[in-house]
């Protein structure tokens, strides 16, 4: 028996091209959850496009999440790497992108550091993960220590040369609009 083509299945209703339902139609639908599944609904009834489906936004974690550590959590954990000599991953949670590029970055200042490198596993968990690896005179630990300290005068010594200027900005400006009137 041949098999039957779309057009002529009784399953596949054929509309004339002026009776088709555009796309904006099908946006505008409201979609009808299953009652077996528990999806949380759009609030945002203004978007027509969106309508009652879920949004690609509410998969985003609350802010919060993002810093503040749970019950029982570290803030970092260390793994030693067996496979390769005075080499440490370091995982640091509730952290991203920022304090790992300047901690990459101070570690390669050090001599004795022979790699730092880090990476995010995931964009939505901040998380990071660093590895570093040293000459045998120093431990990864004690290098990462060593680096934190660093960074730590680096960052109050930005903070001090940024309040006297900001400082003398307002002393300048202050002078400026008294000779003014």
């Given amino acids: 028996m041949p098999s039957q083509s779309p057009s002529r299945n009784p399953t596949f209703p054929q509309h004339p091209p002026s009776h088709r339902l555009s796309y904006n139609h099908y946006a505008q639908t409201p979609l009808i959850p299953s009652p077996t599944v528990n999806i949380p609904l759009n ?3 203004n978007n027509p496009r969106h309508g009652d489906r879920p949004r690609a936004e509410d998969n985003i974690p609350p802010r919060f999440e993002l ?54 596993p995931h964009p939505l968990f901040s998380t990071f993960e660093l590895r570093i690896q040293t000459d045998t005179s120093i431990t990864p630990r004690a290098a990462l220590v060593q680096a934190c300290r660093d960074l730590v005068e680096d960052l109050g010594i930005l903070g001090r040369e940024f309040t006297k200027e900001w400082e003398l900005r307002k002393i300048v400006g202050e002078g400026a609009n008294g000779s003014e009137k």
């Fill in 67 to 120: 810093f503040l550590l749970g019950d029982g959590e570290k803030k970092v954990t260390e793994m030693i790497d067996t496979r390769i000599t005075s080499s440490s991953i370091f995982t640091f949670n509730k952290e991203d992108h920022t304090l790992g590029n300047m901690l990459r970055s101070r570690l390669l200042q050090s001599p004795k550091v022979m790699f730092a490198g880090y990476k995010v």
């Fill in 43 to 45: 609030t945002n009834m």
